[in-house]
């Protein structure tokens, strides 16, 4: 995690990553909810949620392990993993 990453508030964190999140998912922001799940909601297969999660890392500049980014099924997954 980098210094900027560390001092951003919560809400600024939340909004940076849903933002990105809307912009890969080709989704509207308000359309996103934390139940909606990536493979039967969004279509996407395996390699499209591990190339998502791998975008949204270098963009946040935070890093799931790879237990972590196995274990995200839902948006709701993602704000957990992204945001604690």
Do not use: C, W
Not at 60 to 82: C, K, M, R, S
Request: glycine share 2%.
């Amino acid at each position: 995690m980098t210094i900027m990453t560390a001092i951003q508030s919560p809400v600024t964190r939340s909004a940076n990553l849903m933002h990105n999140l809307s912009t890969e998912l080709r989704v509207p922001g308000h359309r996103l909810h934390p139940f909606m799940r990536l493979q039967d909601d969004f279509f996407l297969d395996p390699m499209d949620v591990a190339l998502l999660i791998a975008s949204l890392e270098s963009k946040l500049e935070y890093y799931l392990t790879e237990e972590e980014a196995a274990q995200v099924e839902t948006v709701g997954d993602l704000q957990t993993f992204f945001l604690r």
